[in-house]
C-alpha cells in the first residue's frame, strides 16, 4: 500500500494524479458527497471531460514541443537550466497561476468567452469530477500545459513538473466536495491557520463559492474568486470574498441541461435547448433565471 | 454584448499590475544572486564550452 501511494506520487505527473483523483471521485460517490443532480448527461460529461484529452493531448503536445517550439524559439532549448529549483518553482508558479487566473477572469468578464468556460460551471454539484469537467476547444484552445511545455523546453523541467503537481492537488482539492477546510473554521485555535491558508491558496469553502448557483445570498461569489491554486490574486485585485461557508447549490440557475455532446464540443456541436448559450442563435450571455423577489437587479454571468 | 467600460477600466489596471507581479520573482531571484555575488548563468556558459572543447 506504501509503494502504491509512492508510485502515485512519483508518477503524479504522467498517471498518478488520475489515479488518485479516480481514487478520491469513488470516495465521494460513496459517500454520496455527488448529490442526486448528477444524472445520466452529466456523468459522459465528465467522463469525457476526463477521458478524452487525455488520449488527444499525447499527439497535440508531442507536436508543439518537438515540431514547433525549435521553430518559435530557435536555440532557447535548455537556456534557463541554470535556474536553481527553489527560483525555477517561484518563478513557474507566479507565471504559471497568475496568467490562468487571467485566463479564468477573462472568459467569466469578457461575454465572448464565457460560453468556452460555460460547461465547467454547469455541474450542480462540485467534486474532483468538475476539476476536469470543461469543453474540449476550451482545454485545447486554452491549457495551461503549453506553457509548463514551453518551460520544460527551456530548461526549466524539473520545477515546471513540481509546480504542475502541487497545483492539481491543491485545484482538485479545492474542487472536492471533501469539504477538508471545514475543521479549520470550527476549531477556534486553527482560526490563524485558516486566515493564512484561505487568503493564500484555493480552499473548498472560496472555489465552491465560485461555482455557487447564486452572487446574491451572501455566501456564492460567481461574480469572482477566479484563484486556481492561489487565492492570493483575488486578494490583491480585490476579485474575491471569503465567508468560510458552503453555498447551498450549484451550477446555472437557468441550466436546463444541455445535451452532453453539445456541451463538450460547443461550437462544432450546437445545444437543442431553445434559449440556451450554446444553442444555434443563442444568446452570448443569458440573463440569470431569478425568484421574483429577488430578480430587481439586473445580473449577468459576467 | 460588449464589454462595460468600467470592467475593461479594472481589467486593464489589473493587467499593468500583473506586468510587476510576473517580473516579481525574477527580479527577487537576481537580487539574491547580486547579495551573494552569484552568477549561475556564467558557470553554465564555462561548462558548455568545456563541453564542447571536449568534443
Given at each position: 500500500m506504501i509503494k502504491l501511494a509512492e508510485a502515485v506520487?512519483?508518477?503524479?505527473?504522467?498517471?498518478?494524479?488520475?489515479?488518485?483523483?479516480?481514487?478520491?471521485?469513488?470516495?465521494?460517490?460513496?459517500?454520496?458527497?455527488?448529490?442526486?443532480?448528477?444524472?445520466?448527461?452529466?456523468?459522459?460529461?465528465?467522463?469525457?471531460?476526463?477521458?478524452?484529452?487525455?488520449?488527444?493531448?499525447?499527439?497535440?503536445?508531442?507536436?508543439?514541443?518537438?515540431?514547433?517550439?525549435?521553430?518559435?524559439?530557435?536555440?532557447?532549448?535548455?537556456?534557463?537550466?541554470?535556474?536553481p529549483f527553489f527560483w525555477g518553482v517561484v518563478i513557474i508558479a507566479v507565471a504559471d497561476d497568475l496568467t490562468q487566473y487571467w485566463n479564468h477572469?477573462?472568459?467569466?468578464?469578457?461575454?465572448?468567452?464565457?460560453?468556452?468556460?460555460?460547461?465547467?460551471?454547469?455541474?450542480?454539484?462540485?467534486?474532483?469530477?468538475?476539476y476536469f469537467r470543461n469543453n474540449l476547444i476550451h482545454v485545447l484552445l486554452f491549457s495551461q500545459v503549453y506553457l509548463v511545455v514551453t518551460l520544460v523546453y527551456l530548461g526549466l523541467g524539473y520545477p515546471a513538473l513540481f509546480v504542475a503537481g502541487m497545483k492539481a492537488l491543491i485545484v482538485s482539492a479545492a474542487h472536492s466536495s471533501i469539504l477538508w477546510d471545514k475543521?479549520?473554521?470550527?476549531?477556534?485555535?486553527?482560526?490563524?491557520?485558516?486566515?493564512v491558508l484561505e487568503r493564500f491558496i484555493s480552499t473548498p469553502a472560496t472555489h465552491h463559492a465560485h461555482h455557487a448557483v447564486t452572487s446574491d445570498d451572501g455566501?456564492?461569489?460567481?461574480?469572482?474568486?477566479?484563484?486556481?491554486?492561489?487565492?492570493?490574486?483575488?486578494?490583491?485585485?480585490?476579485?474575491?470574498?471569503?465567508?468560510?461557508?458552503?453555498?447551498?447549490?450549484?451550477?446555472?440557475?437557468?441550466?436546463?441541461?444541455?445535451?452532453?455532446?453539445?456541451?463538450?464540443?460547443?461550437?462544432?456541436?450546437?445545444?437543442?435547448?431553445?434559449?440556451?448559450?450554446l444553442s444555434a442563435g443563442g444568446p452570448m450571455v443569458r440573463m440569470d433565471d431569478e425568484p421574483a423577489e429577488i430578480g430587481v437587479e439586473e445580473k449577468t454571468r459576467t | 454584448m460588449k464589454l462595460e467600460k468600467t470592467v475593461?477600466?479594472?481589467?486593464?489596471?489589473?493587467?499593468?499590475?500583473?506586468?510587476?507581479?510576473?517580473?516579481?520573482?525574477?527580479?527577487?531571484?537576481?537580487?539574491?544572486?547580486?547579495?551573494r555575488g552569484e552568477r549561475p548563468w556564467k558557470e553554465q556558459q564555462g561548462h558548455s564550452s568545456v563541453i564542447a572543447t571536449k568534443k
Open positions: 506520487f512519483q508518477h503524479l505527473n504522467s498517471w498518478g494524479l488520475p489515479v488518485l483523483l479516480l481514487i478520491v471521485g469513488i470516495i465521494e460517490f460513496l459517500f454520496g458527497l455527488y448529490n442526486k443532480q448528477a444524472d445520466r448527461n452529466e456523468f459522459m460529461i465528465d467522463l469525457m471531460s476526463f477521458a478524452i484529452p487525455k488520449i488527444l493531448f499525447r499527439p497535440v503536445l508531442a507536436y508543439f514541443s518537438l515540431r514547433l517550439l525549435p521553430v518559435l524559439l530557435p536555440g532557447m532549448q535548455g537556456v534557463f537550466s541554470w535556474v477572469r477573462l472568459h467569466h468578464q469578457v461575454p465572448f468567452l464565457w460560453r468556452f468556460h460555460r460547461t465547467h460551471h454547469s455541474a450542480p454539484y462540485m467534486g474532483v469530477a468538475v475543521p479549520l473554521y470550527r476549531n477556534k485555535w486553527l482560526h490563524p491557520v485558516a486566515w455566501i456564492g461569489y460567481y461574480k469572482g474568486n477566479f484563484g486556481n491554486m492561489f487565492f492570493l490574486w483575488d486578494i490583491i485585485f480585490g476579485t474575491g470574498i471569503i465567508t468560510r461557508k458552503y453555498p447551498g447549490a450549484y451550477g446555472i440557475s437557468h441550466y436546463e441541461r444541455d445535451e452532453w455532446y453539445a456541451q463538450f464540443l460547443w461550437p462544432l456541436f450546437k445545444s437543442k435547448v431553445a434559449d440556451s448559450e | 475593461a477600466r479594472k481589467l486593464l489596471r489589473d493587467g499593468i499590475i500583473s506586468l510587476f507581479l510576473y517580473a516579481l520573482p525574477v527580479i527577487l531571484m537576481f537580487l539574491y544572486f547580486y547579495i
